[in-house]
């Protein structure tokens, strides 16, 4: 399952992300030729010397890192001896965005990496990478493979840059047999945030001596969240388009719908309905598969893991990502990572190679394994009809919960997601805002207003470096 340490906005990417850092190795004075950003045809392995070696960086570990190597064997069994992938893990995801700025400097990159969501503008503005849709193109690939919502988020006026690869989707975790023990339908969950906030008084239990045993709610102040409740209600999260018009010029997590989550949050923990676990989501993730928390807010890769740990005690039921209000009538973003084809200082065989990969590992039967061993919604919708993939659907029916979350409204450039270069920082900064409310240190308008000040001069920086 998915690792809340690679899903985290450290501080070491949020310095190698800056603006001030980011043109160094990536001008036109890269001694590159004037093709180095084109998608090469499939004759370039035919006449390439030899078999073609394509590095491979990844932020995947433990179980997922196993199914990233037999992804990988299995396309190199089947390639004929021309292309060899070799997977290098590079640590977390803020790791290798850093190592991969460090090796653009040193004009050292892999020929693939897996960079996650929010690193898409900065891989865009790199000036490093072969756009993916050139490679579409080229082969009259049929994107229509590719699960729309989750294209929306690696695209750029409706051309895509990357590759999904590994994607996921939030959903609200609920505890049966604690909706159960106080007479609430576990079938009829809670829809709004308003509703999440009634049903955790009923679900909060004390003992004969006033603690707290169970709380009605609880979720890791993690900036995603915020993001996912801001879509649900249509509104964007910078400006411009969310950043897809033209580069983005502000956040906009202060707008009322962030306040209206922070201040419900931070009533929730004030009037003791929902635990305060900080901000780190092995914290939040071990208080509900503790059965401490009733409901609580997660992405989808955590379900197996959920599952699991909760046999022989308690049963893990899903639902839908709570909405604002009634009135929203939007969807949630995606999470996850996607696949960058490196173009700058690479032989035409080496980029080939590199799609030949993307191409295999997006493909139904790859996807339902992937999606199997690992728990990542499957970029390919036509996974889901692959056998292996409706035995594994039938074991955990809870997740049939994210797909039809995903079916059920089409892109939207809220749900799309904000492409902004420094969105590493601006997640931090929005926790930064959340947590200030939660803990009391600021009314929840003044936190929110702060946290998105905060995050400007980066903004201002990293436009003007690249502007």
Partial sequence: MASSRLRRTGTLALALIAATALVGGCGSDDGASSDALDAPGAEVLDSADGKTTVEFWHAMKGANAAAVDKLVADFNAQSGGKV?????????????????????????????????????????????????????????FNTADIEPNIASYYSVEGKLWSMPFNSSTPLLYLNKEAFERVGLDPAKPPRTLAEIGDLAKRLTVKDSGGKTTQYGFGAAIYGWLLEQLLATDGKEYCDN??????LATKVQFDQATGVQVAQWWADLVRNGYATNTGRKTDDAQAAFKAGTVAMHLESTSVLRGYVDAAKGRFTVLTAPYPKATDASAGGPII????????????????????????????????????????????INPKAL????????????????TAVDQLHALPPSVASAGCLLGTMPQARKASEDGLEAAIVGAKP????????????????????KSVG
Avoid: C
């Fill in 335 to 378: 999470g996850g990572a996607s696949l960058w084809i490196n173009g700058v200082g690479h032989s035409a065989a080496e980029k080939r190679g590199a799609w030949e990969f993307v191409k295999f590992a997006s493909g139904a039967a790859q996807q339902a394994q992937w999606h199997t061993g690992t728990g990542y919604v499957p």
């Fill in 84 to 140: 060899e992938v070799k997977p290098v893990f590079q640590g977390s995801y803020d790791e290798t965005i850093a190592k991969y700025k460090a090796s653009v400097q040193q004009k050292s990159t892999p020929a693939l990496v897996q960079v996650y969501d929010i690193g898409s503008r900065f891989m865009v503005d790199s000036q490093q990478v072969v756009p993916m849709h050139e490679f579409i193109a080229k082969d009259g």
């Fill in 444 to 463: 929840a308008e003044q936190a929110m207003k702060d946290a998105a000040a905060s995050v400007q001069p980066e903004i201002d920086s990293y436009n």
């Fill in 241 to 246: 388009g969310n950043g897809r018009d033209k």
């Fill in 385 to 400: 009809e692959e056998q292996i993939d409706k035995d594994w659907v039938a074991q955990y029916p809870q997740f049939r």
